[in-house]
T-cell receptor, first 117, second 119 residues
Framework: ETGVTQTPRHLVMGMTNKKSLKCEQHLGHNAMYWYKQSAKKPLELMFVYNFKEQTENNSVPSRFSPECPNSSHLFLHLHTLQPEDSALYLC????????????????FGSGTRLTVV | AQTVTQSQPEMSVQEAETVTLSCTYDTSESDYYLFWYKQPPSRQMILVIRQEAYKQQNATENRFSVNFQKAAKSFSLKISDSQLGDAAMYFCAYRSAPGTNFGNEKLTFGTGTRLTIIP
């Protein structure tokens, strides 16, 4: 297992539905991220949480609503999405400044493949 | 803002041969980190190799090595003795060093290069 678990792995939803994506890590990391991966585009950073506080919202539409109840869990609540929101949504976690810099990168989950119909 | 460019959408290489994937980036920072990530069909992004900008020596991890040219802002990945399991999307990524942009640790990615291994 990767250390970062994302559920569900696949999700098909209608434009009027409400659903949530879940991300969980037990690596002791305090920073968590949501990225959107669309074909032929760079990964787009959506949200950053440091110690449960949102530190970045990259001009994401309000139909995407993140929630970080603790340092181990991150949610992305979805409502009234558009077909162009179909993509792979990746969650990642990392250590933060002040902790041991043993790993400068991220640990990623396997993503949720979202299809909006 | 930093940008990362991967100009090769697709590459292919014969099994056991060597291939080089290109990456350039733009930044005004002097200290930063560069990464290559691999995304196989399983979709999980896996860290392949990392380079600290203050280190002149190129990073090496087994069959993977980089050619880091700081002045040219170039960071290419060389895969030696290519294996079928190397087939994947490869992403180059940039991250500010701690202290240069406190609290903002986001990775900035390129568009990726799809690597195919020919048996």
């Amino acid at each position: 297992e990767t250390g970062v678990t994302q559920t569900p792995r696949h999700l098909v939803m209608g434009m009027t539905n409400k659903k949530s994506l879940k991300c969980e890590q037990h690596l002791g990391h305090n920073a968590m991220y949501w990225y959107k991966q669309s074909a032929k585009k760079p990964l787009e950073l959506m949200f950053v949480y440091n110690f449960k506080e949102q530190t970045e919202n990259n001009s994401v539409p309000s139909r995407f609503s993140p929630e970080c109840p603790n340092s181990s869990h991150l949610f992305l609540h979805l409502h009234t999405l558009q077909p162009e929101d179909s993509a792979l949504y990746l969650c990642a976690s990392s250590e933060t400044p002040g902790q041991a810099w043993l790993n400068y990168g991220y640990t990623f989950g396997s993503g949720t493949r979202l299809t909006v119909v | 803002a930093q940008t990362v460019t991967q100009s090769q959408p697709e590459m292919s290489v014969q099994e056991a041969e060597t291939v080089t994937l290109s990456c350039t980036y733009d930044t005004s920072e002097s200290d930063y980190y560069l990464f290559w990530y691999k995304q196989p069909p399983s979709r999980q992004m896996i860290l392949v190799i990392r380079q600290e900008a203050y280190k002149q020596q190129n990073a090496t991890e087994n069959r993977f090595s980089v050619n880091f040219q700081k002045a040219a802002k170039s960071f290419s990945l060389k895969i030696s003795d290519s294996q079928l399991g190397d087939a994947a999307m490869y992403f180059c990524a940039y991250r500010s060093a701690p202290g240069t942009n406190f609290g903002n640790e986001k990775l900035t990615f390129g568009t990726g290069t799809r690597l195919t291994i020919i048996p």
